[in-house]
């Protein structure tokens, strides 16, 4: 339940869930791919999601908190800026193409986004429009500075709760270490 109403408020502060399938590539014996599947996203898979966001935006926010009353060596932050103009731009004439309506002319927002997402998600071309909206969108990065994620909307975040442990990752975790001492 708990999960749930993050998520909702997540997407309520302008956060964008792209649903898009994961694939479980099924082997043989021998190792040699036989089948692909579609992996289920499971109540359970979104509960962890949000709750290694909360940790990871938790500890951002912590961070500059206590930044602000002494100096420490520099954080790394998982930011993500705003999309560029000219590629919302191009995504608007996209989906024009196929018949919807985006003003890219306005401020984009994340709520801009998922309101639009919102409103096509029943359509045959959702998927293949979320996609494209994903390309048109920025990298997400390290950095040592906190510019904030567009896309989950928060104001912190820093990404340490990784279950495919990238090194970023691993360097938040001994920066932690550091500033714990």
Known sequence: ALAQILTKRRMRNGGLDFDTPEIKVILDETGAPIELRKKLRQD??????????LANQTVAEHIEHIKVKRELPPFIYRIHEPPDPMKMKDFALFVKALGFKFD???????????????EIKDQPEAGMVEKVLLRSMMKA?????????????????????????????????????????
């Open 44 to 53: 359970t898979n979104r509960l962890i999601e949000e709750f290694m966001l």
């Open 104 to 118: 890219h002319q306005q401020t984009v927002t994340g709520k801009l986004l998922g309101s639009f997402l919102k």
């Open 141 to 181: 990065k390290y950095m040592t500075e906190n510019r904030g994620h567009f896309g989950l909307s928060f104001k912190h975040y820093s990404h340490f709760t990784s279950p495919i442990r990238r090194y970023p990752d691993l360097i938040g975790h001994r920066i932690l270490k550091e500033y714990a001492k």
